[in-house]
């Protein structure tokens, strides 16, 4: 069996923990905080990159896969551990696109079903809709995922797996190395060894791998959202209009986001992003003007160039293996990015091609 160890407790980690203990590996993941504390818990949760062709076929690759895979997921996680993710289907429209042309053109490329619909359509459809739109696209097989609950459900389900440690509040102060091999990681709760160490810490990737002296451009992007109590029902769809976007959970929750921001780790919520936002969500949708903002928070996005995730094995140093840099899309490309370092680690037929992915330090 052999003993893998994964540094960060996200849903990058966790889901990479999950599927390498089903194929039969000893998995200890540590996390420096509490599991998904961070990004994953603050995201959006919206399984789709917000404009998804604007990005790279490598991005698109995983999206796909990730996409298709979902429901899935959400099936196998309530069996596993009892927690519902709460993926349900809701379709996403955008509105008055500058480059609607081009995202047709993307998605006849691409054989995804996004179509133009007459502003008056969805109007009827989202009576909650502000006015001023003039035109819209659909795509109605685009699912959302209750984050907070994605990562209580990959926990759930680890805890009842006997080959799976988790240990929170277990920050890695150092490498372990030897004749230039990594062989593990030394923590306040001791030295922890294996065969090999997955980094999967987000927005601090990068800075544990400078103990390495190995420069991985993925920093912190900061975002902010806040949240909306509304009746059930009152947004049926999630949008998208101007850069921000509007997610319904099933209880009647609505969140609006996001901010971004190059401010380092600083994750404090500020007024003029709770102004901001509060305003946006009056265009989008005029009834929560007067609606009570119930939550208001920062995250910290692992920004990486193109948001292209680092993938695979550090060629420079035996026994590292990364999967980090997902910026904006987290949540989106994890099951993807979790199955094909999987299959890289454990020499497998990969999912997708291994190549746009492969770290290069």
């Known amino acids: 069996m052999r003993n893998i160890l994964i540094v960060g407790g996200g849903a990058i980690g966790l889901q990479s923990a999950r599927l390498l203990a089903r194929a039969g590996c000893r998995v200890t993941l540590v996390e420096r905080g509490a599991l998904g504390s961070e990004s994953s818990w603050a995201g959006g949760g919206i399984v789709s990159p917000l404009y998804p062709w604007r990005y790279s076929p490598a991005v698109t690759a995983l999206a796909h896969w990730s996409q298709d895979y979902y429901p899935t997921l959400g099936k196998q996680l309530i069996e596993e551990g009892g927690i519902d993710p709460e993926v349900q289907v809701t379709g996403l429209y955008w509105l008055d696109l500058d480059d609607e042309a081009e995202a047709l053109d993307w998605a006849r490329a691409q054989h995804r079903p996004l179509q133009p619909v007459p502003i008056r359509e969805v109007a ?64 306040p709760q001791g030295e922890l060894r294996a065969d090999a160490v997955v980094i999967a810490a987000g927005a601090w990737s990068g800075e544990l791998l400078a103990q390495l002296d190995l420069a991985l451009p993925v920093v912190p992007v900061k975002g902010q959202m806040i949240l909306f109590k509304c009746a059930p029902n009152f947004l049926p769809a999630m949008v998208l209009a101007g850069g921000r976007y509007a997610i319904p959970r099933r209880d009647g929750h609505v969140l609006i986001g996001s901010t971004l921001e190059h401010a380092g780790f600083d994750k404090t919520p500020t007024p003029e992003a709770l102004d901001s936002l509060r305003a946006s969500a009056a265009t989008l949708l005029p009834a929560l003007a007067e609606a009570e903002v119930v939550g208001h928070w920062a995250g910290l996005r692992p920004g990486s160039p193109e948001g292209i ?35 890289l680690l454990l020499g497998q037929a990969p999912i997708v091609d291994p190549t746009p992915y492969t770290p290069v330090l």
């Open 124 to 187: 009827e459809r989202l009576p909650a809709l502000g006015g001023g739109f003039a035109r819209a696209l659909h795509l109605a097989d685009v699912a959302n995922v209750r984050n907070p609950r994605l990562v209580k459900a990959l926990r759930a389900a680890l805890q009842r797996l006997d080959n799976v440690q988790l240990l929170e509040h277990c920050p890695v102060e150092d490498f372990v190395l030897e004749q230039g091999r990594l062989v593990g990681v030394r923590t």
């Open 309 to 343: 995730p680092f993938i695979g094995k550090v060629a420079s140093i035996p026994g590292l293996w990364l999967n980090c840099g997902h910026f904006r899309n987290g949540l989106v490309l994890a099951p993807a990015s979790c199955q094909l370092l999987c299959d």
